[in-house]
């Protein structure tokens, strides 16, 4: 099964894509998306704790615990990131995130750093993948970063590495039983998670009646927690079978690419408005990369 690692961070990347369309349809305020994508989906999984044996070292929860509070911590930067430097700056976070995962997942297994460099081509090739991933998706989105933007989004950033390399380690840690790893790392990081976010919602000036409008229940907090259930399942199994944590970030951090063509069909059949079109030089640098990440790794 660990060489399909690539076919399920595939499934992950689409859906992130979901994810990411879905919240522009339902132009909720971000901080109440939180809520749903966090405590919504913590107290819903609280219901099926009792079916699901959980035997793990204490270390795990603790991880779990702490990985909540950076994802608090990541939503928090991003949401002032956009608001001081604009939306479209903040995208670069998980993109560059995978070079810094990359060096780093070496630096922590250097035995698998070693064994790449007996073969120096396949290092060569691997590398030279996920840069070309990475700076498709980049180039992509043609974000306007300024040297002020990126030192405000550094610690987001090394935030997103340690949640992705934390991640991995977590998934070995419960490997015995990975589906209930899984299960019990979406449950306590969204109930971190989501506590901090509805706290900061709330002394913001939320009003709680916001959270429970059925329109909003209905349209955009169950479709959110359908999509982040898949997303937690997909993007956890996947760096469980990865190699490298890097690797599987690559494919799911390209995720952008289905959301722009979505926008493109949306607004061509839904909302008769034109979106920028893709450029095929990208696409093909893209999908030459990632073809030759999966051949390679």
Known sequence: MQQYWWLVSFFASFIFAMYIFANQIFKLKGSLI???RGLGTGLFLLLFVPFIPHQFSPTFYYMCIFQGFLIAYLDNRLFNA??????????????????????????????????????????????????GIVFSVLMLKKNPLNQLALLYLLPALLTVTVLDIQG????YIGRENVL???????????LVAGSI??????????NIREVFVPRNILYAGVPVMVLILSMYTLKNYSLYLGSNPAYVMAIIYAYPIWVLLAN???SRY????????????VLISMVISIIVLILTV
């Not at 995962?101 to 590398?127: E, H, K, T, Y």
């Not at 839904?270 to 030089?281: G, L, T």
């Open 168 to 171: 991995k380690v977590l998934m």
């Open 264 to 266: 493109n069909v949306y």
């Open 197 to 206: 976010n509805a706290i900061a919602f709330f002394s913001g000036g939320g």
């Open 82 to 131: 956009a608001n001081r430097f604009g939306a479209e700056v903040t995208s670069v976070i998980q993109p560059l995130s995978v070079l810094f995962g990359f060096v780093l997942w070496f630096i922590l297994m250097p035995q698998q750093f070693f064994d790449l460099c007996a073969n120096p081509l396949r290092l060569a090739l691997i590398s030279a993948s996920v840069l």
């Open 34 to 36: 939180m809520i749903y």
């Open 180 to 190: 209930a790893a899984i299960f019990y790392y979406s449950l306590i990081t969204s």
């Open 270 to 281: 839904v909302k008769h408005q034109d979106y920028a079109k893709p450029s095929k030089r």
